[in-house]
């Protein structure tokens, strides 16, 4: 396994596992979680920013004297090793009292002592075993979304418990239709089944009325409006009977409906991914935590919220910065890609402004603050995401439009049956209307629906598909058009070498790759990364250098094993550095330099041998997954932050047409071209340049490796940087809303023959009991039986 | 037969009583994550010496 381990606890426990000979559970392991196996690097941080009272007041919650609370994500978590060394925590680290980790979230929740412990205890506690404690704010989303979740448990339970119990009791009652039953047992059944009714209707079905009145009130429709009408229709004239001593009482109808429907509405809602909470978006874009010189040049960590414009913070190599502000000393790279989408590393120096959440690339500097947290650029993006209004969806959820038709059909037919029948009496139009009330709720649909849609984000979610909701679904079914972002989603987003080229005869290939791996070694710089993997990935074997010099933002110079100088940089300077440009360097320099990349160049005894030409490399799968899209008749497109003729290469290699291809865009544009294109246009993105336009777009589609922020605001999210996955939402998308129409079908098929029999009068209690089950029967086998997003090639 | 009102009541209380047991298990958040404790519990064995 070369992919590296989540902390120091699993690679401890590797070892001793591989000593056992028991190695195959990694590769149990690792075929469930090979796309997210992240190694997790180790911070500098000393997390005294913990400390800070501004921090207490967002992050830790006081639950006693002798007892805080404060929730942590860990990215870094994903098996059970991780869960048993963190929970052994406090027994190793007095004043923690106890950590909670939730696996599938990858977050803990830790109780500690404030009084033996400091906050900043704890996350040294965390960072010790190799995670990094990222604390998630404690407002109220995450607890009331729980305690939802609790409530409706409750009521499925209460529903489930009497749904059950009336069931059994209008066995006997059926059972006795035939047989003749004594009157007195009779009316105990049916007394018993009113009061066990009593709580499903006002309690467990309160869900049903809620959406059905706020449906009635907005003017919008909803399924769930024809459900309530049968629901109440069949209790309160079931009661009526019950007081009156009549026979036709259809409380396991109304009981078991509710139970039902209640366990399809479960079904969608647990297996649909909860989406983490929006508050912790802007922490998790930018640091929480800044490092301060003080007056006297000390320096202090402080956390974010602490800082005041005018301070002066350090932000080291490879880190972001915390808070928009001007350059004050240093020279440095900035990457911007996660603000603007630009895939090129700029220069900085004195004088520059630059933006909370871009990052530092090349060396230290120093910034004076201007703008800090939600003031800054960055903050200001995510607040307007945020307050994106409600998408008003055109299309709508299909099942809804119908439920007018339903509505309006089964009250005039109530109303005509009761005209109809009265001329027999008043009791006998009664029990007419009521059975066709009850018969005609389109139960079957509220049933399967929910469960199609819910065995879909199962399925999708296996496949490595996030589902925010069914809606999105159904209007990525209807799509007509697909608008990537282009860095971090057409392309890798990180530099990769796009070409390489060997300009003196004196030296092998593998021994440039001897020379880059020294050189870059230990280097926390994204170039530095990228030829190291590259280097370990050839098997080159690793070489001590006998001096290094690291000049920031320009190169490295070192001496080697043999006692020659080596050098790896920029060409301006190397050329600075008056290095030999031999004929065949200079040729291939031209060559390289005319294109849009960045381009580096390796040095031996003052001359150069080798030149790289790096840039975002394509996804490999990009032009395929295009010309699928295609076959499946929707248009591609690219928006873009990066330059015009950066997006146009990629559009052009992609087989697009150059007019598709828009560049230099900003995420205000980009949300407002989005919009324009309306609810039939997707939109793919990644990073926080794309948030705006993933929370307007008709179906927005986030895909993992830039920010987290797209995960929040999309409506569809793939966990695997893999392009692949857009097909395959889309066919089965497609496929999942072809199955609600079949499903339709077969439930107003149902619901055509049990009214007419209603209103003929031809059925009562009795026939309602066994005509219900049967449709939904039906139509839930048909939706286990062909679930969408099988993923038929693997 | 008239004992079905003694039974009937009875069973129904049984009936309640789990579904007392029920709303306890949600109530303390037992079903708040369903996929830890399944890993949890292998590593609960401790392995104590001179036992």
């Not at chain 1, 805080?68 to 963190?86: E, K, Y």
């Not at chain 1, 923690?96 to 996350?123: E, K, N």
């Not at chain 1, 948030?691 to 605001?713: D, F, P, Q, T, Y």
């Not at chain 2, 309640?16 to 590593?43: C, H, I, K």
Request: hydrophobic fraction near 45%.
């Amino acid at each position: 396994m070369r992919s590296g381990f989540c902390c120091a606890g699993c690679h401890a426990a590797h070892d001793f596992i591989k000593t056992l000979g028991l190695d195959y559970f990694y590769e149990l392991r690792d075929r469930e979680i090979s796309w997210s196996a992240k190694p997790v690097m180790r911070s500098s941080s000393e997390y005294d920013h913990f400390d800070d009272l501004n921090f207490a007041k967002v992050f830790i919650a006081e639950e006693t004297a002798r007892q805080s609370r404060m929730n942590f994500q860990l990215p870094g978590i994903h098996c059970a090793a991780c869960v048993w060394l963190l929970e052994k925590l406090p027994e190793v680290v007095s004043g923690i009292l106890q950590v909670r980790v939730d696996l599938m979230r990858g977050c803990a929740v830790v109780r500690f002592d404030p009084t033996t412990i400091a906050p900043s205890g704890v996350g040294k506690a965390f960072a010790m075993l190799g995670y990094k404690p990222c604390p998630s704010a404690l407002d109220g989303t995450t607890s009331s979304a729980a305690s939802g979740d609790s409530l409706f448990a409750v009521q499925l339970g209460v529903a489930a418990f009497a749904a059950m119990n009336v069931m059994v009791l209008f066995f006997a009652r059926h059972q006795g239709y035939l047989t003749s039953m004594e009157h007195s047992y009779a009316k105990l059944i049916a007394w018993v089944s009113l009061m066990l009714s009593v709580p499903v209707v006002t309690f467990s079905a309160l869900p049903f009325f809620r959406t059905s009145w706020a449906s009635l009130k907005h003017r919008r429709l909803h399924i769930d409006l024809p459900i309530a009408i049968a629901i109440l229709g069949g209790f309160v004239a079931s009661a009526v009977n019950t007081i009156l001593g009549r026979e036709e009482i259809y409380f396991d109808t109304v009981t078991a409906l509710v139970f039902l429907l209640l366990l399809g509405r479960w079904a969608q809602r647990f297996m649909m991914k909860r989406v983490g909470n929006a508050t912790d978006l802007l922490h998790s874009l930018s640091p929480l935590s800044a490092i301060v010189v003080q007056e006297d040049g000390s320096r202090r960590e402080v956390y974010i919220g602490s800082l005041a414009p005018g301070d002066v913070v350090v932000v080291a190599d490879g880190e972001a910065f915390p808070c928009d502000g001007t350059i004050v000393a240093g020279e440095s790279h900035v990457n911007n890609g996660l603000l603007t989408g630009e895939s090129r590393l700029i220069p900085i120096k004195a004088g520059d402004f630059i933006f909370a959440g871009s990052k530092n690339a090349g060396s230290e500097v120093r910034v004076r603050a201007s703008e800090i947290g939600k003031a800054s650029r960055l903050g200001r993006l995510v607040e307007k995401i945020q307050t994106a209004p409600v998408r008003e969806s055109k299309i709508g959820r299909f099942v809804d439009r119908i439920s007018i038709y339903f509505v309006i059909s089964v009250l005039l037919l109530a109303a005509f049956t009761f005209v109809f029948w009265f001329g027999s009496g008043f009791w006998m139009a009664w029990d007419r209307v009521i059975s066709l009330l009850v018969v005609s709720c389109p139960c079957a649909l509220g049933i399967a629906t929910p469960i199609t849609l819910g065995l879909a984000g199962m399925r999708a979610a296996r496949r490595g598909i996030l589902l925010k909701d069914g809606e999105a679904l159904e209007r990525l079914a209807r799509a007509k058009e697909i608008i990537f972002d282009k860095t971090g989603t057409l392309t890798k987003g990180e530099l990769g070498i796009e070409e390489s080229c060997l300009v003196s005869s004196s030296v092998t290939w593998s021994q440039v790759w001897e020379i880059v791996e020294a050189l870059e070694k230990d280097i926390e710089h994204p170039i530095a990364e990228m030829f190291l993997r590259l280097a370990a990935d050839r098997g080159i074997a690793a070489k001590e250098l006998k001096q290094r010099e690291v000049i920031g933002g320009q190169g490295i110079s070192g001496l080697d094993w043999d006692n020659r100088s080596v050098q790896i940089g920029s060409i301006p300077w190397l050329k600075k550095n008056g290095v030999h440009f031999s004929a065949d360097a200079k040729f291939a320099l031209q060559k390289l330099t005319g294109g849009l990349s960045t381009v580096v160049g390796v040095v031996r005894d003052h001359e150069l041998v080798a030149i790289f030409a790096l840039r975002d490399v394509m996804r490999p799968e990009a032009a395929e997954v295009v010309r699928n899209l295609n076959r499946r008749g929707l248009r591609c497109a690219i928006m873009s932050g990066d330059s015009k003729s950066v997006t146009q290469e990629v559009g052009r290699s992609l087989g697009l047409d150059t007019q598709q291809c828009l560049g230099e865009i900003t995420p205000e544009e980009k949300s407002r071209f989005v919009e324009e294109r309306g609810q039939r246009a997707v939109f793919v993105g990644d990073g926080a340049n794309d948030g705006l336009a993933l929370s307007r777009a008709g179906v927005g589609i986030g895909v993992k490796g830039g920010a987290e922020i797209s995960l929040a605001v999309s409506d569809i999210f793939l966990l695997k940087p893999d392009l692949s996955l857009i097909v395959e939402s889309i066919d089965g998308a497609r496929e999942t809303v072809s199955q609600i129409h079949r499903h339709l079908a077969i439930s107003l098929f149902y619901n055509v023959i049990a009214a007419t029999l209603a209103v003929t009068g031809y059925i009562g209690p009795l026939a309602a009991a066994l005509v219900m089950p049967l449709s939904s029967f039906s139509v839930l086998a048909s939706s286990v039986w062909r679930a969408p997003f099988r993923g038929g090639c693997p | 037969m008239n004992i079905i009102f003694i039974l009937l009541p009875l069973s129904l209380l049984l009936g309640f009583v789990f579904l007392l047991g029920y709303l306890w298990s949600v109530r303390t958040n037992q079903f708040e994550d369903l996929n830890t404790p399944a890993v949890r519990m292998l590593a609960d064995e401790e392995v104590r010496k001179g036992e």
